[in-house]
């Protein structure tokens, strides 16, 4: 009677050793794979990341705000020409260097304006292949093996009633991790909508760089850019140090510390992803 006792017992214990070792193994590839879907998406620029929704925008842009753009260029350039005409005491003291002066202001406004997309671009490939350097170091591959070989161990030296808790542990765990997966995809995703929405507009912004007194928003939609394409690097940084933090944790011997570390760590990178935003323009100086 008690070997059937014993054997019922083995055998519950060994569906809850499965079941720990099948939701650990789940956490940590559902880790790794968030992780890597990451550096996948922030690496890449508006056009590669979706070519459809990327020839969307420069449709409009080109459609229905660079004729918008042009007015505003118009206005900016014949307003300068006024205003310099004016200064010069009604032309009584008038050099022609400043006529040539403003023809090449004119060239430089016109050149900008209709190279928009090709400017906003080179900002966006000059990040991408900031972030791709650093993907050739930046390890974000979790060892898995090492880390369920201890766990298996650890197991086989619980009892029945450590290990009832230690499942249901990492079953809250893993319904958790899917809540912060869906946060970063937000994350993410949302990151790129507000790319295509800045560079949709960015005819009128470029339009005034050449302008003394309109000029600033130029140079505020140029940090912007430059705030938003490095955002991916800072991105990159903290899923980096993200999975160094997840390999001490996964490695150590407690395991209800491994379990609620993971959890503390992966919570704190989903706060920190959505700071990333407002940390790059702070760094570049955007408003």
Not at 79 to 89: A, V
Not at 129 to 150: C, E, F, P, W, Y
Not at 194 to 219: D, F, H, K, Q
């Amino acid at each position: 009677m008690f070997g059937l006792f014993d054997s019922i017992a083995n055998w519950f214990r060994g569906l809850l050793i499965d079941g720990i070792m099948s939701n650990f193994t789940r956490m940590f590839a559902e880790v790794n794979r968030e992780v890597n879907n990451i550096a996948g998406q922030v690496g890449q620029t508006p056009q590669g990341w979706n070519p459809a929704v990327f020839n969307l925008i420069r449709t409009l842009s080109e459609s229905v705000i660079i004729p918008i753009a042009g007015i505003i260029l118009t206005f900016i350039l014949c307003y300068e020409l006024i205003h310099m005409i004016i200064e010069r005491n009604n032309m009584q003291d008038f050099e022609t260097f400043l006529i040539f002066k403003w023809i090449f202001k004119t060239f430089v406004a016109t050149y900008i304006l209709t190279h928009t997309f090709d400017i906003v671009m080179f900002v966006f490939g000059l990040a991408q292949n900031v972030i791709n350097n650093s993907a050739g170091i930046i390890n974000t591959n979790l060892d898995m093996n090492l880390a369920l070989a201890n766990l298996q161990t650890q197991l086989n030296a619980m009892g029945t009633g450590e290990l009832i808790g230690l499942f249901l542990e990492s079953s809250v765990l893993g319904l958790a991790m899917k809540a912060i997966s869906l946060c970063v995809f937000i994350i993410i995703y949302g990151r790129m909508i507000e790319i295509y929405l800045t560079i949709s507009i960015a005819p009128i912004p470029m339009s005034t760089m050449v302008n003394r007194e309109w000029g600033s928003m130029g140079n505020s939609y140029l940090k912007t850019l430059f705030a938003l394409a490095f955002q991916g690097f800072l991105i990159m940084v903290c899923v980096a140090i993200y999975a160094i933090l997840l390999q001490g944790i996964v490695t150590a011997g407690n395991i209800h510390a491994a379990i609620w570390g993971c959890a503390g760590y992966t919570v704190l990178l989903c706060m920190i992803l959505f700071k990333t935003g407002s940390m790059s323009k702070s760094l570049f100086g955007s408003h």
